[in-house]
């Protein structure tokens, strides 16, 4: 902090501004870190913007102390500004002086009493989100008294908005006075009022510690201390601190992830510079870290794996300044899970996380199990379901489909559903201890014991659970789904950072970087729209107010300034400093922003970011990693007898990717099921064919079907769709019930209707089989095979045909080999000499008929084509028998490459083919992709590349 020449807020201004001075004296960082560790002798408090540059002191101390040789020493006390004034007001109230002291508001707390006043103004009408325009409230509330402009909203109310909160405010203020209640907002002028008193202990003096602008209510607190006897001082963590502009580089990358990517492997580089020796401290700043940090956890996390350093431990080497809401930490997610399947339906995904849970009784003893079940429950289990329910489906599944019984398990529902009480509404302390009842009847958090973040995230949601009961003070009785609905915004609005060990890279947002000392240093973002930060007046004050008030981002001159003294602190922050900024983002063009623009532009590859794909294969060419070597083994063990088990699909997936036909039919490898509402493509797909086998079942031949009139086929097409419907029903329970079972009884019925009145159009044929099991044989290979129709065709011909609701293409039936080799395959069971046709059956809405082959051109089948006028066809083959022939060929090849054992990574249309597959967590292909590969092309290795 600047010396003796800071302008801030005199404490009788009217309203907020730089109106004079008053500057506190200095303190250097050596003196204070000296006084820190002589311990509480010193009655030393050091105050800073926010927790993580408390905890970085805190460490700091430690490492002062280690470096003594203390094996013990007293912790010293350092606490944002916040947490300084809150303990103050706490001490206050549970002194004896303290009985009429006004009680502290939560946040949510507050919040909920501007929705009430909100709720009962002549403004709720208008508004579409009262729980957002009270959280706007909440913020211009406290913002207005940080800048001390309290007093003036309402002699400069100039809009309409502006006015609605100055009218809000003034009941907000008569509904806490009632209750003798106080915001954090109102906070630190009570406690500086309370200062002056004996009656507390006070620290000897204050340090105020990289505070680049104190707020007006700041110094006027600040200067209350001073009266009341405490010294105050501020500390510069950047005095003295000359910049070394040599140092200083700057980038301009592709795109922002590839910003992350090079920054990532710069710190992991800069760690390895520094492995032998103490290990550095780099500070990764990305702006908006909020919405990026999951992106940035993959990245640093694939780049700086401990696997991936040398002599790595798996000790942490990253960390986040910006911490997760509470409810996406795992131990969270699962008691308000729980909570909600004891109240009411909840998604399928969410139940199966509840099932998995290893914070629930008996999740350790009954782990593979419970496993099982789940799986065996998503072959019949609704998209959503309640406790009842899943209670129902677990049985089920252990009748029908040989589910484990999960005794366990059961229990712990059973006792969940006793204790569950939704039927009456209740003040929220007593919601707390049902909800709490609830989680105890479940075994929460479970039988293990819990690691260091689990347990830390256990007390906070115990917290969050004591705020919930805490907010009787201002809420009234609630219904259950109120009651949740609460606690469900409280632990989303919580944000909550385990505490672990320093870790040596560390990645922060713009306001976490304030004050923060490292060895290397790389500042992500720095566009020109993005940086500096445009100006952005509060929407309920005044901006002529904010303006007056010297709200930093009231106006764009103040904005700038604020930003252009942060990019100054940065260059300072440590020997090595790399700012960065992407040239483009998708088709936006992006420019440096005007900050680092002076700065020259530095080459990438002059700041040592090393090339650790080259690197790693140098190392396996050179054979200088004994662990590592490159190793081709493409084949897995061949298929011990000729009967498998996969029918025809073994070869559409061997044509594929030989690898998806190896897990999938050697290995048993297949994506879970996810149930979903109403019916997925497997149950629209049962229902057709089975509708369509009792349909042919009935008529036979076309015959029948020229003589049966429209009533006798409507009828019979209903029939047919009902025993469909209770195929469907029978195997998965919940798809198909009620109202939602009769449209789709008469949507297929009009299908059936539909595809007769087309197939009327026909010469005379006569359906030979249909659903009926086919024994095939592909390159040695035993299958078995369920064709889903045959027909005898005026000549004496065979017609294979398909029922298919999707898209369909000939030309699959056509590569070398083909992309479906179903059909082929049936077609070849049967011989070229009896088969005259081979075709598709699209029975899909607005797109009804037969695509397919023919050996001549007369085979009375509308859509389907003579082979020599098909183009793709008689390019391939000359004559029928020859298609054959091919056919022939290519089955058998493929049969024989999966008989041996054939598991390549190999899709045929290189990642085209990989978008749908669903071996995507299994399947390392796309590690070729990776952060460390730079590419964005499958690119198969050579012979003397790395094989993985």
């Known amino acids: 902090m600047p010396r003796g020449g800071r302008r801030i807020l005199a404490s009788d201004s009217a309203y907020g501004g730089y109106d004079s001075v008053m500057p506190f004296p200095g303190i250097s960082r050596a003196a204070l870190f000296e006084r820190l560790a002589r311990g509480h002798a010193e009655r030393l408090t050091v105050l800073t913007p926010n927790l993580r540059l408390a905890r970085a002191l805190e460490a700091e101390v430690d490492a002062i102390q280690l470096a003594a040789g203390r094996a013990s020493w007293e912790a010293p006390d350092i606490v944002p500004f916040s947490i300084f004034v809150q303990r103050r007001h706490e001490e206050a109230l549970y002194s004896d002086s303290g009985a009429g002291l006004p ?84 906070l630190p002028a009570l406690v500086a009022g309370g200062l002056a008193s004996d009656e507390i202990a006070k620290p000897a003096a204050l340090v105020l510690y990289a505070f680049d602008q104190p707020t007006p209510q700041q110094v006027d607190f600040l200067g209350a201390c001073e009266r009341a006897g ?205 909800f709490t009842r609830v989680l105890e009847g479940a075994g929460f958090p479970g039988e293990r014991a819990l690691d260091s973040a689990e347990y830390q995230t256990k007390e906070k949601w115990q917290r969050a659970v004591g705020d919930l009961a805490a907010l009787g003070l201002v809420a009234p009785v609630w219904s259950g789904a109120e009651a949740r609905s609460r606690l469900q915004r409280l632990c989303s609005e919580t944000i909550f950072q385990p505490e672990s060990g320093q870790a040596p890279v560390e990645i922060v947002g713009l306001l976490e970087s304030q004050g923060l000392a490292f060895d290397h240093l790389w500042v992500c973002g720095l566009t020109e729209d993005a940086w500096p930060l445009s100006s952005r007046p509060h929407p309920l004050i005044a901006p002529a107010l904010q303006r007056k008030a010297g709200i930093p981002q009231a106006s764009p001159e103040q904005a700038l300034e604020v930003d252009r003294r942060i990019t100054e602190a940065w260059k300072r922050s440590a020997p090595e400093v790399i700012f960065s900024g992407a ?65 025809a699909r073994i070869l559409v997936d061997q044509a594929a990717c030989p690898f998806r036909a190896f897990a999938h039919f050697r290995l048993d490898a297949h994506e879970l099921e996810r149930p979903e509402h109403g019916l997925g493509p497997l149950e629209r797909g049962t229902l057709l064919h089975e509708m369509m086998g009792h349909v042919w079942t009935a008529l036979k031949d076309h015959a029948t079907l020229m003589e049966a009139d429209d009533a006798k086929l409507g009828t019979l097409a209903l029939e047919a769709a009902r025993l469909a419907i209770e195929r469907v029903r029978d195997d998965r329970p919940g798809r198909l019930d009620g109202q939602f079972a009769e449209l789709e009884q008469r949507r297929l019925a009009q299908v059936a209707i539909e595809w007769l009145a087309y197939e009327k159009e026909r010469t005379p044929f006569e359906v030979v089989m249909q659903e009926e099991s086919m024994r095939l044989y592909a390159g040695g290979l035993q299958l078995d095979g369920r064709i889903d129709r045959m027909d005898r065709l005026e000549d004496g011909g065979l017609a294979v045909i398909d029922y298919k609701s999707g898209r369909v293409s000939v030309n699959s039936w056509l590569g070398t080999p083909p992309d479906d080799a179903q059909l082929p395959l049936y077609a070849l069971t049967a011989g070229d000499d009896a088969v005259r046709a081979v075709s598709f059956a699209r029975l899909k809405t607005g797109d009804r008929g037969f695509a397919g082959l023919a050996r001549d051109a007369d085979t009375g089948i509308p859509g389907v084509t003579a082979m020599q006028k098909h183009r793709e066809a008689s390019k391939l083959a000359s004559t029928w028998s020859e298609l054959f022939a091919i056919w022939q060929r290519e089955v058998d090849a493929l049969g024989l490459n999966f008989a041996s054992g054939d598991a390549r990574v190999d899709p045929r249309q290189m990642l085209r083919t990989c978008e749908r597959c669903d071996l995507k967590s299994l399947c390392r292909v796309h590690e070729r992709l990776g952060a460390l590969d730079e590419g964005d092309d499958f690119e198969e290795p050579k012979d003397d590349e790395e094989a993985e």
């Open 583 to 647: 040239s483009a983002d998708g088709d936006r063009e992006l420019l440096p922003s005007p900050l680092v623009a002076m700065i020259v532009e530095t080459p990438v590859d002059a700041i040592g970011i090393p090339d650790y794909v080259q690197l790693r294969r140098a190392l396996f060419k050179a054979g200088r990693n004994a662990k590592v070597k490159p190793v081709h083994d493409d084949n897995g063990p061949g298929v011990p007898q000729p009967a498998v088990k996969g029918g």
């Open 230 to 434: 405490i010294s105050v001082f501020e500390c510069d963590p950047l005095e003295g601190v000359t910049r070394d502009d040599s140092r200083i580089a700057r980038l301009v990358l592709e795109s922002p992830h590839g910003e992350l990517e090079h920054a990532a492997r710069w710190a992991r580089s800069r760690l390895e510079a520094g492995r032998d020796g103490r290990v550095p401290r780099i500070g990764i700043v990305v702006p908006d870290l909020a919405q990026r940090r999951k992106e940035a956890a993959r990245i640093f996390a694939r780049t700086l794996a401990p696997s991936a350093m040398p002599g790595g431990q798996g000790a942490a080497l990253f960390d986040f300044s910006l911490g997760e809401s509470l409810d996406a930490r795992p131990l969270v997610d699962a008691a308000l899970g729980l909570l909600d399947l004891a109240s009411g339906p909840v998604e399928y995904d969410r139940v199966s996380r509840i099932l998995r849970s290893p914070f629930i009784e008996g999740a350790e003893a009954e782990l593979a199990e419970r496993a099982r079940l789940d799986a065996a429950l998503r072959a019949i289990a609704p998209a959503s379901l309640n406790l009842l329910r899943l209670r129902t489906a677990i049985s089920q599944a252990v009748r029908r489909r040989g589910a484990p019984e999960c005794p366990r398990l059961i229990a712990l529902l059973d006792r969940v559903l006793d204790a569950t009480h939704e039927s009456s509404r209740a003040a929220p302390h007593e919601w707390a201890r049902r």
């Open 103 to 186: 009680t502290l508001l939560t946040d949510l707390a507050a919040r909920i009493l501007w929705e009430e006043v909100i709720r009962a103004s002549e403004w709720q009408e208008a508004l579409l989100s009262v729980a957002s325009t009270a959280t706007l409230a909440a913020d211009a509330w406290s913002l207005a008294h940080q800048w001390r402009i309290e007093n003036a909203l309402r002699d400069e109310a100039g809009s309409e908005d502006a006015a609605a909160f100055v009218a809000w405010a003034g009941q907000y203020v008569r509904r806490t006075a009632r209750d003798n209640l106080i915001d954090a907002a109102r």
